[in-house]
């Protein structure tokens, strides 16, 4: 089966450093990684995936992403955080590997705050 | 992207009693996703909608407390039924994008939050 942990319930930073939201996974098969994000009373918003290729990603909002096969993990990472990115972000992986086809399992959010 | 529209977007209901959500796209879907957030929780596939054929359930999600209906390419209806409070979600429709390839993300309506009495 696959899996997805998102250690942190919620990231506090202050406007303007970096910001990391981590995100590590389970699957049989070969990955397929997204990060989407929620804001308070609105459906989930696509940020970026990775597939295959560059293990880099870099997707919506600034936001970037980097794959790590070896660690297992897909952390979200922005440069210079704003306090409109206060948002749930959900870590989410695919693996055909598994059969699970279509099937997108997500982590359990993690709240992330921006102050200033 | 495809525009989702989710209706209604929150609903309070009383125990016992089922409601139904629509969820219409402005393009033809082969598939569509139904979802569950609980309060303070993460997303769990209910069931898959393919148009012409009878959904398939996840685990844990029965036909008879989530019957779904799949008329036509662009249009889908989940149905909770006989509800109690832990029926209080937000309820989620969503589609698949990259042409409906595996690779595709998910893209996602706003959601019905629905809080049962």
């Known amino acids: 089966a696959q899996s997805v942990a998102q250690p942190e319930d919620q990231v506090n930073v202050a406007e303007g450093n970096p910001l990391t939201v981590k995100c590590t996974y389970s699957v049989s098969g070969n990955p397929y990684l997204f990060w989407y994000v929620q804001y308070p009373n609105r459906g989930l918003q696509f940020l970026l995936k990775?597939?295959?290729?560059?293990?880099l990603v870099k997707g919506s909002y600034g936001f970037e992403a980097e794959f790590n096969k070896s660690q297992t993990s897909f952390h979200l990472k922005k440069p210079s955080a704003l306090v409109s990115d206060s948002a749930l972000y959900f870590c989410?992986?695919?693996?055909?590997?598994?059969?699970?086809?279509?099937?997108?399992?997500f982590g359990t959010g993690t709240q992330l705050k921006v102050e200033l | 992207s495809a525009v989702i529209s989710q209706k209604p977007s929150r609903d309070i209901c009383q125990r016992g009693t089922s409601l139904t959500i629509q969820c219409q796209v402005d393009s033809q879907v082969t598939m569509m996703f139904w979802y569950r957030q609980q309060p303070g929780q993460s997303l769990t596939l209910i069931a898959t909608a393919n148009q012409g054929s009878e959904a398939t359930y996840e685990s844990g999600f029965v036909i008879d407390k989530f019957p779904i209906s799949r008329p036509n390419l662009t249009f889908s209806t989940l149905t909770v039924s006989n509800m109690s409070p832990e029926d209080s979600s937000i309820y989620l429709c969503?589609?698949?994008?990259?042409?409906?390839?595996?690779?595709?993300?998910?893209?996602f309506g706003e959601g019905s939050r629905l809080t049962v009495l």
């Open positions: 990775y597939i295959t290729g560059d293990n």
């Open positions: 989410a992986v695919r693996s055909l590997g598994t059969g699970g086809g279509n099937k997108l399992t």
């Open positions: 969503s589609i698949l994008g990259g042409a409906g390839s595996n690779t595709g993300e998910l893209f």
